[in-house]
Nanobody
Framework: VQLVESGGGSVQAGGSLRLSCAAS????????IGWFRQAPGKEREGVAT????????SYADSVKGRFAISKDNAKNTVYLQMDSLKPEDTAMYYC?????????????????????WGQGTQVTVS
């Protein structure tokens, strides 16, 4: 499985960006796909997840009401719509996918056990 992100960039506070994560390879209906982010000097943290089967979503408290994760099964692509961006959203954003275990996005150092990663895309909010 390969994950390729796109859509990062620089935006002013209050603006919007949409990140895309295109997956190639075999992702069945039992995967958890989502986004982590890491700011300089900070731990990598989970941002949002969506289940490949069913589409159940989860969000970090810091982004609830501002970010929305969605998927297009026909395109094998997951999106992260980010609205009302704040300077504290500035980070490298990584798409990730792992079989079944969405909890890995939320527990301390759970990212160490996530199976697949994209290369990351920078989001800068000023």
């Amino acid at each position: 499985v390969q994950l390729v992100e796109s859509g990062g960039g620089s935006v002013q506070a209050g603006g919007s960006l949409r990140l895309s994560c295109a997956a190639s390879g075999s992702i069945n209906n039992n995967y958890c796909i989502g986004w982590f982010r890491q700011a300089p000097g900070k731990e990598r943290e989970g941002v949002a997840t969506i289940r490949s089967g069913g589409g159940t979503t989860s969000y970090a408290d810091s982004v609830k009401g501002r970010f929305a994760i969605s998927k297009d099964n026909a395109k094998n692509t997951v999106y992260l719509q980010m609205d009302s961006l704040k300077p504290e959203d500035t980070a490298m954003y990584y798409c990730a996918a792992t079989p079944d275990r969405c909890e890995l996005f939320w527990v301390a150092v759970g990212f160490n056990h996530v199976t697949y990663w994209g290369q990351g895309t920078q989001v800068t909010v000023s």
